[in-house]
């Protein structure tokens, strides 16, 4: 009798014991199913807001009513293809251009572009391709560009500029630099006094121009030079066609000099003198309108930028340096005593004092 009851009540625990592990896997499969799926809709949603963000960007009104509209446009800081490998995840500043370029063509209502420029220039390729794409717009549209030169407008900005069909400067503006720079250091006679010797292979005698560990022959010093005075002449006839300035007049001011806006508005580089406000009524007279929006586009914050998993900071390294110094340049690399802390940005120099960028901090 009593081991009867013993089997009874060992058949209770275990049922016991299986009913709740049943109902544990039942409910595990349950959860992992809903985060499965719902995983699976998180990602599909992620990916088409990555998709429209590629392409949208939130336009947004900074005076002015009415239909018709100007299409403020930035260009800001160092002029490259790419983005900045500090920033990784960042488009460049050509590509975001482009994008809000891009944006005001698309918007029949928009009748002017007003480039709003704060640079000292460049890559030569990055600040070329923005020229060209500015030339397609006016040859394309058929519509007005102005320049609104802020603190900065040199070399590579300028060689931008020039594209406008009226420039206006900051009474506080620098100007000019117009000129090329190959930013390149040798460090041989370092290297000799340390018994570093570099003994590197190359299938020619020029293979290895510009290496740092080895003294620069005239031979190689010359090929260097043809290659930047070929750039520098391109960047005379751009100067030259965009000013309607004489190709020797421009050549003679074209030395690599800054010039304040004052002196740029007597050579010719400028057209007049005066603030942002200034530069909208000139763009509103240019484009026939007695009233319209002035809008500016603005990137639009996504679920990737909400959660922060586009705040890995990269590690600063010399090879990340590197990456970002484009080795032929229409670039100021003085800019840095003109924009100092002031507006919350260091300067990083790249041996030679060659401008890697700027970075804000706060």
């Known amino acids: 009798m009593e081991h009867s009851e013993?089997?009874?009540?060992g058949r209770g625990y275990g049922y016991w014991i299986l009913a709740i592990l049943s109902s544990f896997f039942f409910l595990s499969t349950i959860i992992l199913a809903a985060l499965l799926f719902g995983g699976l809709a998180f990602m599909r949603a992620f990916s088409l807001e990555e998709e429209a963000l590629k392409e949208s960007y939130i336009e947004e009104v900074i005076e002015?009513?009415?239909?018709?509209?100007?299409?403020?446009?930035?260009?800001?800081?160092?002029?490259r293809s790419g983005p900045s490998s500090f920033v990784p995840d960042e488009a460049g500043l050509v590509e975001n251009f482009k994008k809000r370029l891009e944006n005001a063509s698309n918007d029949a209502h928009?009748?002017?572009?007003?480039?709003?420029?704060?640079?000292?220039?460049g890559g030569i390729t990055a600040s070329d391709i923005i020229y060209n794409e500015l030339i397609k717009y006016k040859e394309e549209k058929r519509k007005k560009v102005v320049a609104c030169m802020e603190d900065v407008a040199a070399s590579g900005a300028y060689y931008v500029a020039v594209t406008a069909d009226k420039i206006v400067a900051h009474p506080t503006t620098v100007t000019g630099s117009i000129g090329v720079i190959m930013p390149l250091i040798n460090i041989s006679e370092l290297v000799k006094r340390y018994g570093i010797e570099d003994k590197s292979i190359t299938s020619g005698p020029f293979k290895e121009i510009g290496n740092p560990l080895k003294p620069m022959s005239p031979e190689e010093e010359a090929v260097l030079r043809s290659i930047v005075e070929e750039m520098y002449n391109r960047f005379i006839i751009v100067v030259s066609k965009g000013r309607n300035i004489q190709l020797e007049d421009v050549r003679k001011l074209a030395d690599g000099r800054i010039y304040t806006a004052q002196q740029a508005l007597s050579l010719g580089l400028v057209d007049q003198i005066g603030y942002l406000s200034d530069a909208i009524k000139l763009t509103k007279e240019m484009a026939g309108l007695k009233e319209a929006k002035v809008i500016?586009?603005?990137k639009k914050w996504g679920i990737k930028d909400l959660l922060g998993l586009r705040a890995n900071r990269p590690s600063i390294t010399i090879?990340?340096?590197?990456?970002?110094?484009p080795r032929l340049m229409y670039l100021w690399p003085g800019f840095h005593a003109i924009r100092g802390s002031s507006n919350n940005y260091f300067y990083v120099p790249f041996c030679n004092g060659s401008a890697l960028g700027e970075f804000e901090y706060k």
Do not use: C, M, N
């Open 319 to 325: 090879e990340s340096f590197a990456q970002d110094v």
């Open 64 to 79: 002015g009513t009415g239909q018709k509209k100007i299409a403020v446009i930035p260009i800001e800081g160092i002029i």
């Open 6 to 9: 013993v089997k009874k009540e």
């Open 110 to 121: 928009v009748e002017a572009i007003l480039l709003r420029i704060d640079s000292p220039g």
């Open 296 to 298: 500016r586009y603005k």
